[in-house]
């Protein structure tokens, strides 16, 4: 017997009920008289049996948690990842459940500790210690040591902004000391791919957290390759409710809503255009706050010299043109069905606070004569050369929204020639889509080998930024960095709110990148996943979800068959 | 758990969030080509507390009114001086921004302050007397594995127990108990507030579960046992006048915790048994939320009846994750994580008759 139950009857000894006594009890009663007694006899059972109880349901251990995820891969090495890539969202998640952090953020703001129990700084914000909790230990029991964190933040470190750190470790303490001050240390330390880990010879990883890699089962025939993870016995933090996650990858977004709907998959990603007929078919489905911004970068690739123009003003009034001509709420709103948000700014409201200070103007004719202007001096025959819009972010929805940046450059007198890519574009961090195609919009679409002389005219990218860090300044300096955005070198690396503003104020007029829309996460669930807590930034907190399956229809945990 | 915390950005350490309001009140006064006669248009788009963005608009309005004639002015009135300032209170995920967007010559000069969310973090620690249904009786940060109530001394109570006000072991006094992951924490009610009577750590222990395992209950000889995943612990009252409460532990080997832990969860009937006095017939209180992610509400139903046909409910802020009936059967005691202040909140759930 275990030693919970044990202190419920040590608690009430007298739940005892014999059934002779019970027998007696209603058979000397009258007819009547029994359903009163009997009702007696119930409330006599509740009330020895159940005066202290688990109120709203409590969790329950047990079962395989099946979790269906359109990408082909995982890689669960966060030094592979680019910043900024929307294909490395997966990544994030799954390594979330394999490693841990130094600190954690909580829905409420307080910094919770993780491996790290204390920390402190010195008065300039540049040398940060950690004590790091005691008797922790790896996934195969192994002890964690302070020089294990001290590799893997040193690993890590290029990536914290606004400077790489020196990474020291001491007994059972960290040092980080920055040539700068770093007061959003903890912001970063929090989220993004920081997180601890040993790094074993053969390049593989060890993890604290609460699941570890059991198996990878490569794809076969027609079924789809899996990740099969498995409860770590050994976590500070307490093994995961399940016992088992599968992970399924490479799962198309409709085979996914249809095992959810079939009670297949546990967990699985649903698209924008999907979120709708999900609700309409009462699904659960959990929407984070906009994690994803589309953006349209703007680049003159060569400058008009011979016109005595710079590349600076003419990018920045072909950016301003676009930026006036682009309709961002019917994006939003009819495009992308209300599931996406207008963006005028780099940053989303949740992470800065001051987004809904910038504005998202609309003005065609505006845009008309500042692309009139633009386009005149070079000539009739030179204006009508498109512009290259290549679209760099993945997915379908990527192309829909191409489309409409072409279709509103028209408008205002900007041709606009759509182009995919399937090449990935260095430093940047963000991969092309596989295919190759133009678009079909009417008149936008131009044959792909007049891309030469558009060049004279300048470039397009429509990309896909997805927020990691918690940090704004962290994220605006990684965005600036990735996309090679222009930096001022007057600007101070400081986290204050009121000069992110500023900074971000006059990257937004710099016009080199148009925000579009700004777009959530959508997950759907399956009716036995209980206590799914994830953070409204996107955060899934895996070991926390346990299974219902008593209520719920129950996964197969078995992987599901391709469709052919 | 101690935290050498240093969270707080360089100009906000050691500020009260209404020092950054009148922070931000001086900034906007000190922008130029500001007109004498302003209004302040102030709004809170934030999950602040309308009532805390209150106070600070007050704050900043009675900073500002120093050197302007304003009007407070409502979102979406009228102006009706010559220029508005807009106010609006906002938040990111650790911060909440005061945002201030100033009239000026040049354009609109915004003017930002920031103050850590956990300015407005929980910081009481004893109800406020609410007296219908439910009562607040404690908040704190730091989870409450179970809440119990005890009435020690006399027939039934810990053995061998004599009255002594300073242990809060007065003959037949009800003590309410608060497990913690670390230490078991003995109260006293003194009419609608709860009295620290003694704490007792939990020492070497390290506690390690996911799903808030833990539980007291009383033994057969009076005294009371505490279950902890991986640890049995036994507390027994102090025997003579001025004694202290007395905590013996020893390491219980679970071989299989989920299994252990797990069996509980059979056990899960999230209702119990309730009297009253005035009220003739018995009762149940029933948790209505299926997980943690939820608020809850108890509702009071006849025993005799069904669940729809609640007669009284109560609302919480979040999950009830514990419902405990006092000894004496005629209140219950319940902890809820409130999910938008992330305290665990201690509640004595009582029957009100009559108004």
């Known amino acids: 017997m275990s030693s919970w139950k044990r202190t419920r ?6 739940t005892k009920v014999r059934p002779r006594a019970l027998r007696r009890l209603l058979l000397t009663a009258s007819p009547g008289e029994r359903p009163a007694r009997i009702t007696c006899l119930l409330i006599l059972v509740i009330a020895f049996t159940c005066p202290a109880s688990r109120a709203a349901t409590a969790p329950r251990y047990g079962g395989t948690l099946i979790v269906e995820l359109h990408a082909p891969a995982l890689v669960l090495d966060p030094v592979a990842w680019k910043v900024g890539s929307p294909e490395d969202s997966a990544n994030l998640q799954m390594a979330a459940a394999v490693f841990d952090r130094l600190v954690t953020l909580d829905r409420f703001g307080r910094f919770q500790p993780a491996l790290a129990t204390e ?16 008797a922790v230990q790896f996934s195969d029991a192994s002890a964690l040591t302070a020089a294990d964190v001290a590799a893997a933040l040193q690993e890590l470190a290029p990536g914290l902004s606004p400077a790489k750190p020196l990474v020291t470790a001491n007994a059972n303490r960290v040092v980080m000391q920055f040539p700068s001050p770093v007061p ?10 920081n997180f601890i880990y040993r790094r074993n010879p053969d390049g593989t990883l060890l993890g604290t957290g609460p699941f570890y890699l059991a198996a990878v089962v490569p794809a076969a025939g027609n079924t789809f390759a899996r990740y099969e993870f498995a409860g770590n016995e050994h976590c500070w933090s307490g093994r995961p409710f399940v016992d088992r996650m599968q992970v399924a990858l490479g799962v198309p977004i409709l085979r996914q809503l249809f095992d959810l709907q079939l009670g297949k998959a546990h967990v699985v990603e649903l698209s924008p255009e999907l979120v709708r007929r999900a609700a309409q078919e009462n699904l659960r489905v959990w929407t984070s706050s906009p994690v994803l911004l589309y953006a349209l970068q703007v680049s003159t690739e060569s400058p008009a010299a011979s016109r005595g123009d710079t590349a600076a003003a003419r990018a920045a009034g072909l950016g301003e043109a676009l930026s006036l001509a682009l309709d961002r709420d019917t994006m939003a709103n009819v495009l992308l069905q209300k599931q996406a948000e207008p963006a005028a700014s780099f940053l989303p409201q949740w992470l800065s606070g001051y987004a809904s200070v910038f504005n998202t103007e609309n003005d065609v004719t505006r845009a008309k004569k500042i692309s009139g202007a633009l386009f005149a001096p070079a000539g009739a025959q030179n204006a009508q050369q498109p512009l290259r819009l290549r679209v760099e972010a993945p997915g379908d929805l990527a192309r829909l929204i191409a489309e409409r940046v072409a279709i509103n450059a028209r408008q205002a007198g900007i041709a606009v020639q759509l182009q995919s890519r399937s090449t990935v574009v260095q430093g940047g961090g963000l991969q092309g889509s596989a295919t190759q195609g133009t678009s079909p919009a009417g008149s936008t679409t131009l044959a792909a080998n007049n891309a030469s002389r558009a060049a004279d005219l300048g470039s397009l990218r429509l990309i896909a930024w997805r927020y990691y860090s918690l940090s704004e300044r962290a994220e605006l300096d990684a965005m600036v960095s990735a996309l090679q955005l222009a930096r001022s070198d007057t600007e101070a690396p400081s986290p204050n709110a009121e000069e992110l503003f500023s900074r971000e104020q006059r990257l937004i007029a710099a016009r080199s990148l148009i925000p579009l829309v700004v777009m959530p996460e959508y997950i759907g669930l ?28 129950t996964a197969t945990p078995a992987n599901g068959k391709a469709q052919p | 758990m101690i935290l050498a915390l240093a969270t707080c950005a360089e100009s906000l350490c050691a500020q009260t969030p209404e020092d950054v309001a009148r922070a931000l009140a001086r900034r906007v006064e000190d922008a130029r080509d500001l007109p004498q006669a302003v209004s302040v248009e102030w709004s809170n788009t934030s999950s602040l507390p309308e009532a805390q963005s209150i106070i600070l608009r007050e704050t900043f309005l009675k900073e500002f009114s120093g050197r302007h004639v304003f009007v407070a002015k409502a979102p979406g009135a009228p102006a009706a001086a010559n220029a508005v300032v807009r106010v609006s209170v906002r938040e990111t995920p650790t911060s909440f921004l005061l945002l201030a967007q100033v009239p000026a010559a040049t354009g609109v000069l915004v003017r930002m302050v920031e103050l850590p969310r956990t300015a407005f973090l929980p910081v009481m620690t004893r109800g406020n007397g609410l007296r219908l249904t439910r009562q607040l009786l404690w908040q704190q940060e730091e989870p409450v594995l179970d809440a119990e109530e005890f009435a020690v001394g006399g027939p039934g109570g810990p053995g061998g ?27 006293r009610q003194d009419d609608d507030r709860l009295s620290e009577v003694q704490e007792l750590p939990f020492s070497g222990y ?11 209950g009383k033994e057969q000889d009076g005294s009371i046992a505490i279950v902890l995943p991986g640890l049995r612990c036994k507390l027994r009252a102090p025997a ?19 299994d252990a832990l797990g069996a509980d969860s059979a056990n899960d009937a999230r209702s119990i048994a309730l009297s009253a006095a005035c009220q003739p017939g018995s009762w149940r209180l029933v948790s209505v939320a299926t997980d943690w992610t939820q608020p809850d509400k108890l509702l009071l139903v006849s025993a005799a009846m069904k669940r729809d046909e609640a007669v009284a409910s109560v609302d919480f802020a979040g999950p009830v994750q514990h419902l405990a009936a006092a000894d004496d059967g005629k209140s219950a005691l319940a902890v809820v994580f409130d999910l938008a202040s992330g305290s665990y909140d201690v509640y004595r759930v009582s029957m009100v008759c009559g108004r």
């Open chain 2, 161 to 187: 127990l004599v009255g002594d006000p300073s242990t809060g072991a007065s003959a037949g006094a009800p003590v309410i108990f608060l497990l913690r992951p670390d230490a078991v924490v003995i109260y």
């Open chain 1, 119 to 134: 920390w402190s700084h010195d008065a300039a914000w540049r040398r940060w210690q950690f004590t790091l909790r005691s």
């Open chain 2, 206 to 216: 390290r506690y390690v579960s996911r799903g808030l395992r833990g539980a007291i």
């Open chain 1, 526 to 553: 399956g009716s036995p996943v209980r206590d799914w807590m994830p953070e409204r930034w996107g955060a899934w907190h895996l070991a926390d979800v346990w299974l219902d399956e008593k209520r719920g229809d």
């Open chain 1, 9 to 14: 009857m040590l608690a009430h000894p007298r």
């Open chain 1, 184 to 193: 959003d240390l903890l912001e970063q330390l929090a989220s993004g791919r």
């Open chain 2, 240 to 258: 003579t006048t001025g004694e202290r409460w007395n905590l013996s532990c020893a390491a219980e080997a679970v071989t299989n915790v989920a």
